[in-house]
């Protein structure tokens, strides 16, 4: 189940998820590398110190995905596709587009409930 984040609405999402998330570029070899970082807003862009394989990642591949877990049992993540590039030692990430998405809750007859349960932003 999945509810669409307005990279312009971004900010407001941080209030409640918070400006700590993991960070997931692709390395050399395809395989994933993950980062817990702690970002900052600047000018509607996200910014974080950068790691050596985080830079060397994002240099080769600017295509990442910030992922910030959910507070509860079966509540939210909050999941944002990014570009980024790398500037001095911090990285400069552009949201591009985003969702809120959780698991369908089984029924009491063990099948996916797929129904709509979406709550506007910010609510």
């Known amino acids: 189940m999945s509810i669409p984040v307005d990279p312009g609405q971004l900010e407001t999402e941080l209030k409640r998820y ?3 998330a993991f ?17 900052r807003v600047d ?10 394989t985080a830079a060397r990642n994002v240099d080769q591949r600017p ?8 507070h509860e049992a079966d509540g939210y993540s909050m ?6 590039r790398v500037e001095g ?3 400069c990430v552009t949201p591009t587009s985003g969702v809120l998405h ?4 089984p029924t009491t007859q063990g099948e ?10 910010g609510s």
């Open 112 to 121: 996916l409930d797929c129904g709509s349960d979406c709550a506007p932003l």
């Open 18 to 20: 918070g400006y700590s």
């Open 89 to 91: 030692d911090e990285l």
């Open 102 to 105: 959780r698991p369908a809750t």
């Open 43 to 52: 000018q509607g862009t996200l910014r974080c110190p950068v790691s050596r």
């Open 63 to 70: 295509k990442v995905v910030i992922l910030w877990p959910p």
């Open 23 to 39: 960070l997931l570029t692709v390395s050399d070899d395809q395989t994933s590398h993950v980062a817990h970082m702690t970002f």
């Open 79 to 84: 999941i944002v596709d990014a570009e980024c």
